[in-house]
């Protein structure tokens, strides 16, 4: 099978997915999109209120936010892998329970598996937190950690991981905004040393 057929076979799973209550709440479940090739591979939190009604990963002001970000360091969303946490909405927007968090992030682990990404991009605490777990790196919070790069094995994988803010804090913080920018150029830089773009 293809890497695009393997995606699809867990988006498959991922939409019939009835492991946690958010099965009930849910208007579409967001497996996460983009190119099963991609060496780099973005990972939120969850899906909010657009996500949910469209079925695809940051579509609303954040996802827009994070278009902008992507045309910086010369990617288009076709271009990269972005997926999330949970694959489903909570209600009301709040934070994913520890419970959802384990049901869920095996889908993850699979898309990581087979997407074999060079760099794991994480936004925000939730995915930083969950990858950081994985590979045994103590997580002091994503302002201690972003823009800096932890080389890791994750899966049987030598990869980079490079924390950042989730792209909702530019929303209500001018000063996340701007990390978020400086984070990117530094992420562009890398890419760049590493012949990745
Ligand atoms: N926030 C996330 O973490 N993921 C999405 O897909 C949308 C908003």
């Not at 992507?70 to 927007?93: A, D, H, M, Q, Y």
Request: glycine share 6%; aromatic share 10%; hydrophobic share 35%.
């Amino acid at each position: 099978m293809s890497r695009k057929e393997l995606l699809d076979a867990i988006a498959a799973e991922i939409l019939a997915c009835r492991k946690c209550e958010l099965w009930k709440t849910r208007k579409n479940a967001v497996p996460g999109e983009g190119s099963p090739n991609s060496q780099i591979m973005f990972i939120g939190e969850a899906p909010g209120y657009w996500e949910d009604i469209k079925g695809k990963p940051f579509v609303g002001a954040a996802g827009k936010f994070l278009d902008t970000l992507l045309s910086e360091i010369g990617f288009s969303r076709e271009t990269v892998f972005i997926g999330n946490i949970l694959k489903c909405r909570p209600p009301r927007n709040r934070e994913p329970l520890p419970d959802e968090i384990q049901k869920c992030t095996p889908y993850l682990d699979s898309q990581i598996r087979i997407i074999q990404p060079k760099i794991i991009v994480t936004l925000g605490n939730y995915s930083t937190n969950y990858i950081f777990s994985k590979v045994m790196l103590p997580f002091n919070g994503i302002t201690q950690t972003h823009g800096k790069f932890y080389d890791a094995s994750i899966l049987d994988m030598r990869i980079t991981i490079f924390p950042t803010f989730h792209p909702a804090a530019s929303l209500y913080s001018a000063r996340y905004k701007e990390q978020l920018i400086r984070d990117f150029h530094k992420l562009k830089r890398e890419l760049k040393e590493k012949g990745l773009i």
